[in-house]
């Protein structure tokens, strides 16, 4: 997989994609037209992915305050049930969309599993595993990448779980 691939010149590096140089690990950039109501399966399709295998990042918190990533395919929702179970915590709510950037460095539709302000534990449905090469966020809205499956888990310890509703 190419390093960059399109204009990367005037893709502007996230935190993310600089994470990933430094480690030597090969990612393929996807700029889109910035637009926060697109959907992310709108976006899987406008980056000529599946939208099976682009995977939208969420950020929870257990009642301790301590918090927990969990990555879903784009057109799945996160069963906080079974992300509790994942986690090895009674139960989890949905950080609020005001403590993203705070707490993560990154906004809602932006967020990056690479390069958060803090490594959190992370999690990613099972169905990943069925991808050699998965898409998710670059780091802010109008940038995705696509990235290995082995490299991501490398980058950031992800397990995979039933984790969809």
């Known amino acids: 997989m ?15 994609m600089r994470i990933l140089d430094a480690a030597g690990v090969s990612y393929r950039v996807h700029p889109y037209e910035e637009n926060q109501s697109l959907t992310g399966v709108e976006v899987a399709r406008l980056i000529g992915h599946d939208p099976d295998s682009f995977f939208k990042t969420l950020v929870t918190r257990a009642k301790d305050g301590s918090c927990f990533v969990f990555m879903v395919p784009v057109a799945c929702e996160l069963d906080l049930k079974k992300a509790a179970r994942a986690a090895g915590e009674k139960s989890l ?25 803090k490594a959190f534990p992370t999690f990613i ?8 090469v998965i898409a998710c966020s670059a780091g802010r809205i109008g940038c995705a990448m696509d ?15 039933d984790i969809t509703a």
């Open 2 to 16: 190419p390093k960059h691939h399109g204009s990367t010149e005037t893709v502007e590096k996230t935190n993310a």
């Open 147 to 161: 990235i290995r499956f082995d490299d991501l888990r490398r980058m950031t310890g992800v397990s995979a779980y």
């Open 93 to 117: 709510s949905m950080l609020k969309a005001r403590d993203l950037l705070p707490t993560t460095g990154y906004v809602h539709g932006g967020c990056s599993p690479i390069g958060m302000k």
């Open 125 to 132: 449905d099972e169905t990943a595993e069925l991808y050699d």
